[in-house]
């Protein structure tokens, strides 16, 4: 199994950075993909970027050029840089994986981080 441990949401002002992390401990070697949710309330849960085993990155259209998903080669790590940020971006922030297809391809959650902003 793997675990997923995200932090580093909180209170922010409207144009302000946040950076989040998430801790990945377990089997990590059956990781794949990795990315981030979220989750604003009353809505469904949304993606806001992946990074592949290969490093390509993906970021929804609403936080292209202002968000940057990174994460560590050994993949114990991986991060969400937040910049100016936005009052839409309040939401819980999920650290999401999937695993390799030779391991099912499983898909693994973290807990959550709230982010909010203030205008």
């Known amino acids: 199994q793997v675990q997923l441990v995200e932090s580093g949401g909180g209170l922010v002002q409207a144009g302000g950075s946040l950076r989040l992390s998430c801790s990945a401990s377990?089997?990590?070697?059956?990781?794949?993909?990795m990315g981030w949710y979220r989750q604003a309330p009353g809505k469904q849960r949304d993606l806001v970027a992946t990074?592949?085993?290969?490093?390509?990155?993906n970021y929804a259209d609403s936080v292209k050029g202002r968000f940057t998903i990174s994460r560590e080669k050994a993949k114990t790590t991986l991060y969400l840089q937040m910049n100016s940020l936005k009052p839409e971006d309040t939401a819980v922030y999920y650290c999401?994986?999937?695993?390799?297809?030779?391991?099912?391809?499983?898909?693994?959650w973290g807990q959550g981080t709230l982010v909010t902003l203030s205008s």
């Open positions: 999401w994986g999937v695993g390799f297809p030779g391991y099912g391809g499983m898909t693994y």
């Open positions: 377990g089997m990590i070697f059956r990781l794949n993909a």
């Open positions: 990074i592949t085993s290969d490093g390509s990155t």
